[in-house]
Nanobody
Framework: VQLQASGGGSVQAGGSLRLSCAAS????????RGWFRQAPGKEREFVAA????????YYADSVKGRFTISRDNAKNTVYLQMNSLKPEDTDVYYC?????????????????WGQGSQVTVSS
């Protein structure tokens, strides 16, 4: 499975950004798609996940109500719409796939990773 992420950038606090992550290859066993973020020297942090078939979504408490994860099955793409951004959302964001049968929220439950996208929120 190959993941190609796009989007990200710089925005002022309160603004919005959208990340995209297109998958290719043998994705039939990728039951979940997720987004994580990571600051230098810190562990990769769960942001959101979506079940690829049913579309059930999961969010970290820190982003609930502000971020929305969605999918386009036809394009094999997952999105992360980020609204009401805060400076503490500044991080490198990664998309990933998991073959776990239940909602995976830890980075080591994901097996395929895209390249990171920098998101910078200024105050």
């Amino acid at each position: 499975v190959q993941l190609q992420a796009s989007g990200g950038g710089s925005v002022q606090a309160g603004g919005s950004l959208r990340l995209s992550c297109a998958a290719s290859g043998r994705t039939f066993s990728s039951y979940y798609r997720g987004w994580f973020r990571q600051a230098p020297g810190k562990e990769r942090e769960f942001v959101a996940a979506i079940s690829w078939r049913g579309g059930t979504t999961y969010y970290a408490d820190s982003v609930k109500g502000r971020f929305t994860i969605s999918r386009d099955n036809a394009k094999n793409t997952v999105y992360l719409q980020m609204n009401s951004l805060k400076p503490e959302d500044t991080d490198v964001y990664y998309c990933a796939t998991s073959s776990k049968a239940s909602a995976p929220t830890r980075w080591n439950e994901y097996s395929n990773w895209g390249q990171g996208s920098q998101v910078t929120v200024s105050s």
